[in-house]
Nanobody
Framework: QVQLVESGGGLVQAGGSLRLSCAAS????????MNWYRQAPGKQRESVGS???????YYADSMRGRFAISRDNAKNTTYLQMNSLQPDDTAVYYC?????????WGPGTQVTVSS
């Protein structure tokens, strides 16, 4: 079955960086577009960005230039590098993919940015 597991979250000071990972299994990773979302307390889940099977990347306007998505097909893993983090980036970050007409989500990883 499809599984997505995020890791790498934690507490970081404003201006710092974190790299999140999403380990995927149960589907042909090389063919899948992988997406990152986040959900801050009291807010709706929002798109961070995505990476296609061909490694083209797309970002939400507010994340472009600070965040970078990559993938390692040999490890079935996608990454979210986050730089210049601000308190507004505090959220649970989720990995997502759409496979066989179904949407799959990981459990999320908490990122907390202190001021």
């Amino acid at each position: 079955q499809v599984q997505l597991v995020e890791s790498g979250g934690g507490l970081v000071q404003a201006g710092g960086s974190l790299r999140l990972s999403c380990a995927a299994s149960g589907f042909i990773f090389t063919r899948a577009r992988m997406n990152w979302y986040r959900q801050a307390p009291g807010k709706q889940r929002e798109s961070v960005g995505s990476i296609t099977s061909g490694s083209s990347t797309y970002y939400a306007d507010s994340m472009r230039g600070r965040f970078a998505i990559s993938r390692d097909n040999a490890k079935n893993t996608t990454y979210l590098q986050m730089n210049s983090l601000q308190p507004d980036d505090t959220a649970v970050y989720y990995c997502n993919t759409f496979v066989s007409a179904r949407n799959y989500w990981g459990p999320g990883t908490q990122v907390t940015v202190s001021s």
